[in-house]
Every structure is written in structure tokens, then in C-alpha cells.
């Protein structure tokens, strides 16, 4: 009798398939600091790729110099590790295109006051 192949412990906690909105909306609980705002809606999120186990996150932050990079960095991995149970998140930050405040959602500009300008 063959014994059956054994599948790490963390897919097993998470067996249905992950979707990209369900990814941004977790990631809508990691906020910037400095403005108050989730990185979704501030438009800082260019690309989701899902694979069994691994979460990998492409995005930006509002300027190559900014002083939250490890905070907002650790937040989308602690997100994204708990909340799917995935073995690995990834982030890479990425400064093309770069960003700017039209890139953010109407929920951004409200929330950042950019739609007052």
C-alpha cells in the first residue's frame, strides 16, 4: 500500500484558492503613516501574483526617500502571512512608473485631502 504524499502544514490551513481581491482587500488594513491612508487606495499596489504558498507583491511608495519603507514593507508581509496562511509573502518595491497622486482611488484623494487641491 502506498502512503500518501503529505502537503505542508500552511496549505492546508488555507486550502481554497486566494484571489486577487481578496488580497487587496487585506492589503486595505496596511496603512501609510505619514498620510493616513491604505496602500491600496493610495495606489501604491502594481501587481499580485498568487502561487500555492507564496504571495508576491510588486508596489511603489510615494517617493524612493520615504522614511515608512520598512514599516509598510513588514505590514503587507504580516498581512498577507496571517491573514492566508501562505509559507512565503513576498514584497518588491518597484519605481517604475513612479508614483503619483492620480494613481490613488477617490477613496485616496478623500481620505488624503488631494481632492481639496
Known amino acids: 500500500m502506498r502512503t500518501p504524499e503529505l502537503k505542508p502544514?500552511?496549505?492546508?490551513m488555507h486550502p481554497k484558492q486566494i484571489t486577487e481581491n481578496e488580497v487587496?482587500?487585506?492589503l486595505?488594513?496596511?496603512i501609510d503613516p505619514e498620510l493616513g491612508c491604505n496602500i491600496v487606495d493610495?495606489?501604491?499596489v502594481y501587481g499580485i501574483s498568487i502561487t500555492p504558498g507564496k504571495i508576491k507583491i510588486s508596489m511603489s511608495l510615494t517617493s524612493p526617500g520615504c522614511p515608512m519603507?520598512?514599516?509598510?514593507r513588514y505590514g503587507v508581509q504580516t498581512a498577507l502571512l496571517n491573514d492566508f496562511r501562505v509559507a512565503e509573502a513576498e514584497v518588491v518595491l518597484v519605481w517604475s512608473p513612479r508614483w503619483n497622486p492620480?494613481?490613488?482611488?477617490?477613496?485616496?484623494?478623500?481620505?488624503t485631502g488631494y481632492c481639496n487641491f
Open 9 to 12: 502544514w500552511k496549505q492546508l
Open 24 to 26: 487587496q482587500e487585506i
Open 28 to 30: 486595505r488594513h496596511v
Open 42 to 44: 493610495l495606489g501604491l
Open 69 to 72: 519603507s520598512e514599516s509598510i
Open 102 to 111: 492620480d494613481m490613488m482611488t477617490e477613496a485616496g484623494k478623500a481620505a
